[in-house]
């Protein structure tokens, strides 16, 4: 059956078989990702193991002079737990967000890390966190829950320079993979949001507060661009309002 098919903004020199216009559709469906607005959502990853993740396409690339990521965890992990985790292919631990033991929260870049001790860390809570770098100072910091670690000057470069592959609920050992589910994230994820700039004070206390703030222009969970795997579920958030 010959069929002539007219498709908004596309124009098809020749008639197609309706076959080769439904192998058509789901190539494009396929390669088109969506960006979604998830606001009252949340990622639920519900067991131990080394396959749930989910990957996030940025909506600018860098390289990066100064970087800000906030994120919202609800969890009773107590030992090691990665929340956010961004490899190249020079560094697997490009831009690392991760927690060794309750409390702690570590930080790489580029492959060098530091650890912030007695930081807020509750269990089955919602617990608000942001980290922050720039490149100018080589300063980094972490807030938790509104309490703000000190500043450490760590690493003064470009960073983010190369492909990027930015995973959460898992720790990326090679790039886009090397999964261990000794570092897997259990529990819930919201609102996660990355920019090109340290927020200012003000902003992330607004953010840990859940009032009005500038969203992220990396990473937008109002309009995010994304794909679970392995069980990762999205959900209605718990704990919004009724």
Same mark, same amino acid.
């Given at each position: 059956?010959?069929?002539?098919?007219?498709?908004?903004?596309?124009? *098809?020199?020749?008639?197609?078989?309706?076959?080769?216009?439904?192998?058509?559709?789901?190539?494009?469906?396929?390669?088109?990702?969506?960006?979604?607005?998830?606001?009252?959502?949340?990622?639920?990853?519900?067991?131990?193991?080394?396959?749930?993740?989910?990957?996030?396409?940025?909506?600018?690339?860098?390289?990066?002079?100064?970087?800000?990521?906030?994120? !919202?965890?609800?969890?009773?992990?107590?030992?090691?737990?990665?929340?956010?985790?961004?490899?190249?292919?020079?560094?697997?631990?490009?831009?690392?967000?991760?927690?060794?033991?309750?409390?702690?929260? !570590?930080?790489?870049?580029?492959?060098?890390?530091?650890?912030?001790?007695?930081?807020?860390?509750?269990?089955?809570?919602?617990?608000?966190?942001?980290?922050?770098?720039?490149?100018?100072?080589?300063?980094?910091?972490?807030?938790?829950?509104?309490?703000?670690? *000190? !500043?450490?000057?760590?690493?003064?470069?470009?960073? *983010?320079?190369?492909?990027?592959?930015?995973?959460?609920?898992?720790?990326?050992?090679?790039?886009?993979?090397?999964?261990?589910?000794?570092?897997?994230?259990?529990?819930?994820?919201?609102?996660?949001?990355?920019?090109?700039?340290?927020?200012?004070?003000?902003?992330?206390?607004?953010?840990?507060?859940?009032?009005?703030?500038?969203?992220?222009?990396?990473?937008?969970? !109002?309009?995010?661009?994304?794909?679970?795997?392995?069980?990762?579920?999205?959900?209605?958030?718990?704990?919004?309002?009724?």
């Amino acid at each position: 059956m010959i069929t002539e098919i007219t498709l908004t903004g596309l124009s *098809l020199a020749a008639p197609v078989t309706m076959k080769m216009l439904l192998v058509f559709l789901v190539l494009f469906r396929g390669s088109s990702a969506m960006a979604e607005d998830l606001f009252g959502k949340v990622f639920v990853f519900p067991s131990v193991s080394a396959l749930p993740h989910v990957v996030l396409t940025p909506d600018k690339e860098g390289p990066f002079s100064a970087a800000t990521v906030c994120l !919202r965890s609800f969890t009773d992990n107590k030992g090691k737990t990665s929340f956010f985790s961004v490899a190249t292919p020079s560094y697997d631990n490009a831009f690392l967000l991760y927690q060794p033991v309750k409390g702690t929260f !570590r930080v790489h870049i580029n492959n060098k890390a530091h650890d912030f001790f007695d930081l807020p860390d509750h269990p089955h809570e919602w617990n608000s966190i942001c980290w922050t770098w720039e490149k100018s100072s080589g300063l980094t910091q972490v807030w938790v829950n509104g309490k703000r670690s *000190l !500043r450490v000057k760590m690493f003064s470069d470009d960073i *983010l320079a190369e492909k990027l592959s930015i995973i959460i609920g898992q720790e990326q050992d090679t790039f886009g993979g090397g999964f261990d589910e000794n570092q897997c994230f259990v529990g819930e994820l919201s609102d996660v949001h990355m920019w090109d700039l340290v927020l200012d004070s003000c902003e992330i206390q607004n953010y840990m507060k859940m009032f009005s703030f500038t969203p992220g222009n990396v990473l937008n969970w !109002r309009e995010l661009t994304y794909k679970e795997n392995n069980g990762v579920l999205v959900k209605e958030n718990q704990s919004k309002d009724c």
